[in-house]
């Protein structure tokens, strides 16, 4: 596929056929997604491929109390789980909002699962001092992560970067067996797609990108 074309549709899928993905695709996704950068070019992804009915429900419960939260945030226009403005909505709404079904049943319903982690004793946190939340750890496996995607997308295959079930991690490390310096990045469905999104909601460049400065002129220019 062109490179151009991949970047512009690979989208979220969380509906996905009966086609089952082999461990022979799976493996060829990995064995291309493996070369992503990671700060020091440490590679601390390990990936954990789960099938088996009860774990899928282990990680589906550790992904219900955040998307709760998530979606009773949304609801009252909350930007849901930033670290900048607290939110306003309580335990007990939280409680009883219900969590929503697509955020939960991808990862009971997909062929397959991947669960995404990262050994946090081989990545350098640059940020880890500041008094804000970390990003930078971050980039040492999302690339990685996100590579997964665009391989399964060559394959004919999609899926989706979910973090839900990270605020629950402890609970994800005792179901895998995840010893304790091994973070829960990304739980990632994975399968063949009902559907194909071709046009992304995006903002334009012009939104985000200025010249200079902060809030300084827009970057212009034709796509
Ligand atoms: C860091 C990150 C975390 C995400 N977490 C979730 C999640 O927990 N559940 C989910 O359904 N989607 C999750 N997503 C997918 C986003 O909702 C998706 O990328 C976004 O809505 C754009 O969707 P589109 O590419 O289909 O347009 C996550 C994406 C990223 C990059």
Same mark, same amino acid.
């Given at each position: 596929?062109?490179?151009?074309?991949?970047?512009?549709?690979?989208?979220?899928?969380?509906?996905?056929?009966?086609?089952?993905?082999?461990?022979?695709?799976?493996?060829?996704?990995?064995?291309?997604?493996?070369?992503?950068?990671?700060?020091?070019?440490?590679?601390?992804?390990?990936?954990?491929?789960?099938?088996?009915?009860?774990?899928?429900?282990?990680?589906?419960?550790?992904?219900?109390?955040?998307?709760?939260?998530?979606?009773?945030?949304?609801?009252?226009?909350?930007?849901?789980?930033?670290?900048?403005?607290?939110?306003?909505?309580?335990?007990?709404?939280?409680?009883?909002?219900?969590?929503?079904?697509?955020?939960?049943?991808?990862?009971?319903?997909?062929?397959?699962?991947?669960?995404?982690?990262?050994?946090?004793?081989?990545?350098?946190?640059?940020?880890?001092?500041?008094?804000?939340?970390?990003?930078?750890?971050?980039?040492?496996?999302?690339?990685?992560?996100?590579?997964?995607?665009?391989?399964?997308?060559?394959?004919?295959?999609?899926?989706?970067?979910?973090?839900?079930?990270?605020?629950?991690?402890?609970?994800?490390?005792?179901?895998?067996?995840? #010893?304790?310096?091994?973070?829960?990045?990304?739980?990632?469905?994975?399968?063949?797609?009902?559907?194909?999104?071709?046009?992304?909601?995006?903002?334009?460049?012009?939104?985000?990108?200025?010249?200079?400065?902060?809030?300084? #002129?827009?970057?212009?220019?034709?796509?």
């Amino acid at each position: 596929m062109e490179l151009y074309d991949v970047m512009r549709t690979t989208f979220s899928a969380r509906e996905f056929t009966a086609d089952p993905v082999p461990d022979e695709i799976l493996f060829t996704i990995l064995d291309r997604a493996r070369f992503a950068p990671s700060g020091g070019n440490r590679q601390g992804w390990r990936v954990i491929v789960v099938r088996d009915r009860r774990t899928r429900e282990g990680l589906a419960a550790a992904t219900v109390p955040a998307a709760k939260r998530y979606a009773a945030q949304v609801q009252v226009g909350e930007s849901p789980w930033n670290t900048i403005v607290p939110t306003k909505v309580d335990a007990a709404t939280i409680e009883r909002t219900p969590a929503p079904p697509r955020l939960i049943e991808p990862v009971l319903k997909a062929p397959v699962i991947l669960v995404v982690c990262v050994d946090l004793k081989v990545v350098a946190s640059m940020d880890s001092e500041l008094e804000r939340v970390g990003v930078i750890s971050g980039a040492s496996i999302y690339p990685f992560a996100w590579n997964i995607l665009l391989a399964a997308r060559h394959e004919g295959f999609a899926g989706t970067i979910t973090t839900l079930a990270a605020a629950r991690e402890s609970a994800v490390q005792a179901l895998l067996g995840l #010893p304790s310096h091994v973070a829960l990045a990304a739980v990632m469905p994975l399968g063949r797609p009902v559907k194909r999104l071709t046009r992304l909601k995006r903002k334009p460049v012009e939104e985000f990108a200025m010249l200079d400065r902060w809030n300084g #002129p827009p970057l212009r220019g034709s796509a």
